[in-house]
T-cell receptor
Framework: DVKVTQSSRYLVKRTGEKVFLECVQD?????MFWYRQDPGLGLRLIYF???????EKGDIPEGYSVSREKKERFSLILESASTNQTSMYLC??????????????FGDGTRLSIL | AQKITQTQPGMFVQEKEAVTLDCTYD???????LFWYKQPSSGEMIFLIY??????QNATEGRYSLNFQKARKSANLVISASQLGDSAMYFC?????????????FGTGTQLKVEL
């Protein structure tokens, strides 16, 4: 089974802090994704990566950056955390291919609170 | 315009009955894929079923089936014989043919509650 592991289930940080959310997958997937989930808004894509050191902006990249130095690890960085970044963050990975029927596999999520 | 629309914020169903969760989509691509995910209260996202735009038959996976009506751009999830464990949030998502990386666009979800 694919395993996507997020480093924390719950995290509390203060405004202005630099926050790192880590995600590791064990299935050698090329593609990795970061989403945030807010009530009534569903999942919104922040950034994704289809290869090591490659990244592309999703729908809501403002205030975030990412790092992918190794294939299995994809990190989300909040450069200067703000209260409007309080949310559930979900990491996912998938097999490559533009027309793939392979689903994205998700981690358990990190519930981040910015005080 | 929303690419994925789920018009039912909440649904109730009696145990052992069937329930249909609605999903409509908007795309100009000929090649695309539709996914349904389940998210229990514990938070993990569980993949349920996939339908490709060129698939001639509706997808089925156990008690889950996808009622795919291409001309109407709808991909409704049907859960037969509902169980208490089906209570969860359900998301419809679409992969469009253009662009790389298998990006998905998600709907806002439907909260399903199964009652005794």
């Amino acid at each position: 089974d694919v395993k996507v592991t997020q480093s924390s289930r719950y995290l509390v940080k203060r405004t202005g802090e630099k926050v790192f959310l880590e995600c590791v997958q064990d299935m050698d997937h090329e593609n990795m994704f970061w989403y945030r989930q807010d009530p009534g808004l569903g999942l919104r894509l922040i950034y994704f990566s289809y290869d090591v050191k490659m990244k592309e902006k999703g729908d809501i990249p403002e205030g975030y950056s990412v790092s992918r130095e190794k294939k299995e690890r994809f990190s989300l960085i909040l450069e200067s955390a703000s209260t409007n970044q309080t949310s559930m963050y979900l990491c996912a990975s998938s097999s490559p291919g533009h027309y793939s029927n392979q689903p994205q596999h998700f981690g358990d999520g990190t519930r981040l609170s910015i005080l | 315009a929303q690419k994925i629309t789920q018009t039912q914020p909440g649904m109730f169903v009696q145990e052992k009955e069937a329930v249909t969760l609605d999903c409509t989509y908007d795309t100009s691509d000929q090649s695309y894929g539709l996914f349904w995910y389940k998210q229990p209260s514990s938070g993990e996202m569980i993949f349920l079923i996939y339908q490709g735009s060129y698939d001639e038959q509706n997808a089925t996976e156990g008690r889950y089936s996808l009622n795919f009506q291409k001309a109407r751009k709808s991909a409704n999830l049907v859960i037969s014989a509902s169980q208490l464990g089906d209570s969860a949030m359900y998301f419809c998502a679409m992969r469009e043919g253009t662009g790389g990386g298998n990006k998905l666009t998600f709907g806002t979800g439907t909260q399903l509650k199964v009652e005794l």
